[in-house]
């Protein structure tokens, strides 16, 4: 077969001229692309073409009297002209290139109604021309001062951009503004009516005149326009952030929403605020309902009414829970041994090396009083023989954990909870009085009494003949029973023993703590200096002690939340030459600025980590570890700012110093407690097999943490598979053991998660709680696997319910039907976008997951918190028509 090739036949031009790429370009690139490009115009464009430019060249001849009616056909021409989102309006479009001869016309003319009537025509034409000169502001000044809409709204946004721009050039000369604020606040109200509530907030926000929003805002309009604002606060510096939220809250007072008021009064931490909201309602019902939602942020205000007062004290809490547990069956109790599974634990030899009984034991005391929070019953602590025998199978300082784990089982129940406590406040051994005395403060936790029993009981064991143990453990009590309540008698009682050098560091720090707790976010100036100058007077040795840190700590909570109210502590420290002043400073910087999301104090933080400190020649670089949990915590509640601080930690663990990368795992803990995303469980579970052990052991204790009242199954195997892992390694297996404890915390229906309120609100209280625990964490070794494991507890501030609750009138349970799905940021959008996706119907009560929302599925009752979360009382709709079944 013959074989065929393949030929190129060369195919001559038509004329044998040259091909046409051989030829030569006649235009450089440059000429071409600056040539007028020709453009082929239709017959009706063109006649309009023609018009335009007729009707510019009667305005140059010298007849008056053609001005107006030609400047009236231009204006028509303009408004009658239909475009397409892309494209400009062809009138527009057309006079565009006559632009130059008109500012020459309107220079030219006398001060009269036609010269008003051109220079409105150029301040539309100038929105296409040129941006940096600002005409569109500068001949609306000019002009008549017709209606600010009567051009259309694109205009209206265009004039409202020049006026932010010529505002800041003017704030920059400091020139007179005042022209300009007259201006916006004719635009506001445009923007306001035509569903721009995002724009109009944004142009007073420029201008620094945003309370003036309150007078503009009517009832179709206000719930949008504080949606806004409240999203922008996260964004805006002090003193920008406290002004936009108190618009919001102005413009909801004006509109009679207390409830949402009240939130946002809670998000400012103005007292004198939230007492005159309670005053003012006179709702008896909606009344309630604030009671109830005080009570959640355990903030106490003055009422005579005592159903009220009981609301606000939270004594419903545990009935309702116990009704809950009862709903979903869950009041049978569970052993640590239901929550270990160890059949499904895959071992790795049959020759198990048996972990120290009384550390394993100490594990199954923490995982009980975690498991059977609230419930009231177990079946470790509180069995039929009711002897303490299981606080017996524990040694020493264990046996202190074992009585305080009573408290947390019969957690927010005092009557009970006291009864069943009482005999061991009493007992002979040094630990199990001072775990009776803890577990007096865990009970009351979260719930005011108005008897005090606490302080009634607690105080006595402060004095100097009692064992330190017991003093710690009453000082501790104390802290979480009165957190947040800010009592001047606690502050009496305990000032002494952190200003006294004699008593034992311990005691003292504690001390300190426990006022940290009470006076959460007040910047109390008496406390904060006596802190100081006992830092000032100690001794440097003392001052070393792992302790100390509890002191710093204690000195932070006090200015939770406060922002720049912290600047002179911080230079107060700077006197103190040892390196807790180092410490203490970082501390104290990260709780003031908790949950602002402000991004130049967590590049501070970067920047702390990025020194290389030598601790062999006597360098400290404890102060690096808060550093990177003060990244999570100041990120906290602003997403965008979380996802960053994740990313920013992947970094940290690569290239950071060994205490850096101990403190990592606890940042990610705080940043997702309660709420286990897929991405930080994979990298918690790679950091958990770490060489570093004390990485390893952090890691873990954050996967309890991010799994923390969940029962998340992934984190329920991957601690399965640690336990199997670490099966020899005593401390491991207890940290292992705690994070399970943790995720299946009060079987599944409690939350740690310092954010509630729709993720609104950032609760002081829990926030304290959960830096104890951090904090002690930082110093693992020492302090939870030494004696201080009950440190442990103070997670209890942080433990919530995450149920829904619908009451009626009568505060007895209304089951409704309620739609759960995962929330959607609805802020700025157009109409009225649904709230959740993905969304099932439930009959209340029901569990709320972080990152759900739920909304009533009937329109038979009407909700009295804005938020449906914790206790929600319903009222019936007047309105509703019940339909008529087929």
Not at 488 to 508: F, G
Not at 617 to 636: H, K, P, T
Not at 778 to 797: A, C, F
Not at 816 to 831: K, P, T
Request: charged share 25%; aromatic share 6%; net charge negative.
């Amino acid at each position: 077969m013959v074989e065929k090739k393949e030929v190129a036949i060369p195919v001559p031009a038509a004329d044998n001229s040259p091909m046409e790429e051989d030829k030569p370009l006649k235009k450089t690139p440059k000429e071409l692309k600056d040539a007028p490009i020709k453009e082929e115009l239709s017959e009706e464009d063109q006649e309009l073409k023609d018009q335009l430019e007729m009707l510019i060249e009667r305005l140059k001849e010298s007849d008056t009297k053609l001005y107006n009616p030609t400047l009236e056909t231009l204006r028509t021409l303009i408004l009658t002209s239909t475009s397409s989102m892309t494209s400009v309006p062809k009138p527009l479009k057309y006079l565009r290139p006559m632009y130059q001869d008109m500012v020459t016309i309107h220079d030219s003319w006398t001060n009269n109604a036609d010269k008003f009537f051109l220079a409105d025509i150029l301040s539309i034409l100038a929105m296409t021309y040129d941006d940096d000169k600002l005409d569109t502001l500068k001949y609306r000044k000019l002009g008549s001062k017709n209606a600010i809409g009567s051009w259309g709204h694109e205009y209206v946004r265009h004039l409202s951009t020049e006026i932010g721009l010529e505002y800041n050039r003017r704030q920059e000369t400091d020139a007179n503004t005042d022209d300009l604020v007259e201006l916006a606040l004719e635009v506001a109200p445009f923007f306001l009516a035509h569903n721009a509530e995002a724009d109009a907030v944004d142009l007073l926000l420029q201008l620094d005149i945003v309370p003036k929003l309150v007078g503009f805002v009517d009832k179709n309009s206000y719930k949008r326009v504080c949606l806004y604002i409240a999203s922008c606060v996260n964004y805006l510096e002090s003193p920008d952030d406290a002004i936009c939220l108190r618009t919001a809250h102005d413009i909801y007072l004006k509109h009679e929403k207390y409830a949402e008021a009240l939130l946002v009064a809670i998000r400012m931490s103005d007292k004198t605020l939230i007492q005159s909201l309670f005053d003012t309602c006179q709702d008896p019902l909606l009344k309630k309902q604030l009671a109830f939602m005080l009570a959640r942020q355990q903030i106490s205000v003055e009422t005579e009414d005592e159903d009220l007062q009981n609301c606000i004290n939270n004594t419903h809490l545990t009935t309702h829970f116990l009704n809950l547990a009862r709903e979903l069956d869950l009041m049978e109790p569970k052993t640590p041994e239901d929550i270990y599974k160890s059949h499904l634990e895959h071992k790795r030899s049959t020759q198990v090396a048996q972990v120290d009984s009384a550390r394993q034991n100490l594990a199954s005391t923490f995982v009980n009083a975690f498991v059977n929070a609230g419930f009231g019953v177990d079946k470790l602590m509180l069995t039929e023989e009711d002897d303490g025998g299981w606080i017996f199978k524990n040694k020493d300082h264990g046996m202190l954990s074992a009585s305080a784990s009573l408290g947390m089982i019969l957690l927010w129940d005092v009557d009970m909870g006291l009864n069943q406590i009482d005999r061991y406040i009493y007992s002979n051994d040094e630990n199990i009085r001072a775990g009776a005395l803890l577990a007096v403060g865990i009970v009351n936790s979260g719930v005011r009494n108005l008897a005090d029993p606490a302080l009634a009981v607690l105080s006595e064991h402060l004095e100097d003949t009692k064992p330190i143990t017991n003093r710690v453990a009453a000082i501790q009590g104390l802290g979480l029973a009165y957190a947040g309540s800010a009592r001047e008698e606690l502050s009496e009682l305990l000032l002494p023993l952190v200003s006294n050098s004699d008593v034992a560091m311990e005691l003292s720090s504690f001390a300190a703590l426990a006022l940290g707790m009470i006076y959460v976010g007040t910047c109390d100036g008496e406390i904060t200096s006596t802190i100081l100058q006992t830092m000032l007077e100690r001794a440097d040795g003392q001052l070393g002690e792992t302790f100390s840190r509890f002191m710093s700590l204690g000195l932070g909570l006090i200015h939770l939340g406060t922002r720049s109210q912290c600047d002179v502590t911080l230079e107060t420290l700077k006197a103190i030459e040892h390196p807790i002043a180092k410490r203490t400073s970082v501390l104290v910087e990260i709780c003031a600025y908790a949950g602002s999301g402000d991004v130049l104090h967590i590049q501070r933080m970067l920047h702390y980590c990025n020194d290389h400190i030598d601790t062999e020649s006597g360098g400290d670089d404890e102060f690096q570890a808060y550093a990177v949990i003060g990244i999570a915590l100041i990120a906290l509640g602003e997403d965008i700012g979380a996802e960053m601080a994740l990313r920013s930690f992947t970094h940290l663990m690569h290239y950071g110093e060994p205490v850096i990368r101990k403190a990592v795992p606890l940042a990610i803990g705080l940043l997702c407690a309660s709420n286990p995303v897929l991405s930080v469980l994979d990298t918690l579970g790679k950091y958990s097999h770490d060489t570093d052990i004390e990485v390893a052991l952090n890691s873990i204790f954050a996967m309890g943490m991010v799994g923390a009242g969940t029962n998340n199954a992934r984190v329920a195997q991957m601690l399965r598979h640690l336990a199997s892992y670490y099966h020899k390694d005593a401390s491991c297996l207890f940290v292992v053991r705690i994070a399970q404890g943790l995720l299946h915390m009060g079987k599944g229906t409690l939350t740690i998660n310092p954010l509630n309120t729709d993720r609104q609100i950032m609760s002081p209280v829990a926030l304290a709680g959960l830096l104890t625990t951090l904090v002690a964490f930082t110093d693992v070794k020492t302090l939870i696997l030494g004696r201080h494991h009950y440190l442990l507890y103070s997670l209890v501030t942080a433990m919530y319910p995450r149920f829904l609750i619908t009451l009626n009138e009568e505060l007895e349970n209304e089951p409704v039907a309620v739609r759960v799905g995962q929330a959607v940021d609805v802020v700025g959008q157009a109409g009225r976008p649904k709230t959740i996706t993905g969304f099932q119907t439930h009959t209340t009560p029901v569990l709320l997951a972080y990152s759900e929302r739920a909304e009533l599925s009937t329109e038979e009752y009407l909700a009295q918190a804005p938020v449906l979360e914790g206790f929600v009382l319903l009222k019936k709709n007047p309105d509703y028509v019940e339909e008529a079944k087929a």
